[in-house]
């Protein structure tokens, strides 16, 4: 039986015993909907409340997800108050999830991490107070960084060298300067749509401008021991059907200056123009043969592969976000299990300016108009003092930097402080020593 299907039992026999998993929500967004939405659909699962500053929000998500009667409350003390085993958090502050997940673990309830900003500076501080307080904390399943850990479970697990692993998104160099003023014409979508669709135009920008993947795949580097490119994150333009040729090292034919890595491929070519068959959605896998009998095996069963056969690939082509969270749910409620959790510090994601920025400048953080977040090992990040993107908002510069040079903590009036600088803390000292990969 698959660890699902031993949690589906273990949920059929709770409900069969009167004695339901309870969960509770933090934020009632799109993503919160989505979750809301599927639990609803699980016999065994009670819902013990949804948390939003905006209760009035949080009692029509729970109206359209049909949980009649739920209670949409203003603060997680009163969702902590109703014993949930597990909490979704969902809000996409990193102040706000830092605070919610260090109350949860204090109550003794797992922790679906959905605002993966945080990991770079809270994420394994997080995960070893979870654990040592006998609870789970884990990546929200249905979002990428959980898929790419479990692709590359798959591949250790069947023997072979994790190369590289990550995923899909629409991306060229210039897009690092949108700002929420431009976003929508570079998303794809005119302002009109977006207002209708209530998308929030920070949110998307961190989308476009590289911030959101240089965090996701610093997410996957700190659960599954790879190492960032000294270079970052290059958004090469890649189909899928071109994966094992394209994330592989540069000394086999491909893009990567090192292997056990991670990247990010982008749906568009340099000139603009759209990558037939791209992976914009989805998430993927790179791995070596261990030899030419192997090689020749992946071939013969359909895997796709380089010309030589040493190098193959595995795609999963969408990801579904909320939908597919309570698998979260289920395996750290039912098994005390993560879908991919941070265990080491190897990776940050650090502030660039997206502008030539006069010396006092404040920054607006991930999303906004002055920086944007890149991609680095967390060794370099800490060596010069450089900012991390979720620690920027509201910082100001004592001098000036130039466009699309990274900001360090010395080039701020006032260093960062407060309860998430002070858990940032906690993760610096775990970079060194920094355990290594696994069949790698």
């Known amino acids: 039986m698959t660890g699902l299907g031993r949690a589906l039992a273990a949920l059929e026999q709770r409900a069969a015993t009167g004695r339901p998993l309870r969960f509770g929500l933090v934020g009632a967004g799109t993503f919160g909907a989505m979750v809301l939405t599927q639990a609803r659909r699980l016999e065994g699962v009670e819902l013990a409340g949804v948390v939003d500053l905006d209760v009035e929000r949080g009692r029509r998500a729970l109206v359209e997800a049909g949980w ?10 009163d969702l902590f ?20 997940a260090e109350a949860a673990i204090a109550n003794g309830c797992h922790v679906v991490m959905v605002t993966v900003e945080i990991d770079p500076i809270a994420g394994p501080a997080l995960a070893r107070h979870a654990r ?15 898929l790419i850990c479990e692709l590359v479970d798959w ?19 210039d897009y690092h300067a949108i700002t929420p003023d431009t976003v929508w014409e570079h998303y794809g979508l005119d302002a009109d749509q977006a207002a209708s669709g209530g998308f929030n135009a920070r949110m998307f920008t961190s989308f476009v401008d590289g911030t959101k993947s240089a965090v996701e795949m610093a997410a996957v580097c700190n659960a599954t021991a790879l190492d960032p490119q000294d270079e970052g994150l290059y958004f090469v333009p890649c189909p899928a059907s071109s994966l094992a040729e394209t994330c592989i090292p540069r000394d086999a034919g491909g893009v990567l200056s090192r292997t056990g890595t991670v990247e990010v491929v982008s749906s568009l070519a340099e000139d603009g123009s759209p990558v ?31 010309a030589t056969g040493s190098y193959g690939a595995l795609y999963r082509p969408y990801h579904l976000i909320g939908l597919e969270t309570t698998v979260s ?17 190897r990776a940050d994601v650090i502030a660039v300016a997206k502008r030539d920025l006069p010396a006092g400048t404040e920054l607006d953080g991930e999303g906004g108009y002055a920086v944007y977040g890149a991609l680095v090992p967390a060794s370099r990040s800490l060596a010069a003092g450089l900012l991390p993107i979720a620690l920027a908002h509201g910082a100001r510069l004592r001098r000036a930097v130039t466009r699309g040079t990274a900001i360090a903590s010395a080039d701020l009036v006032e260093p960062p402080e407060g309860a998430t600088w002070a858990l940032r803390r906690e993760v610096e000292a775990l970079v060194q020593p920094s355990p290594a990969a696994p069949n790698r």
């Open 132 to 146: 040592d307080a006998g609870v789970v904390y884990t990546h929200a399943y249905g979002d990428q960084p959980a």
């Open 155 to 173: 591949a250790r697990a069947s023997g072979l060298e994790v190369v590289c692993a990550g995923k899909g998104t629409k991306h060229l160099p």
């Open 81 to 100: 108050a109703r014993a949930p085993e597990v909490v979704v958090e969902a809000t996409g502050s990193p102040e706000a999830a830092v605070a919610v």
């Open 329 to 345: 749910v289920l395996a750290a409620g039912l098994l005390g299990e993560a879908t991919g959790s941070p265990t080491s510090f």
């Open 68 to 77: 009649e009667g739920a209670l949409a409350l203003e603060d997680a003390t």
């Open 276 to 306: 037939s068959g791209d992976l914009r959605w989805g998430v993927f896998v790179t791995f070596a043969a261990p030899s030419p009998r192997v090689g020749d095996w992946l071939r013969a069963y359909g895997i796709q592969t380089d």
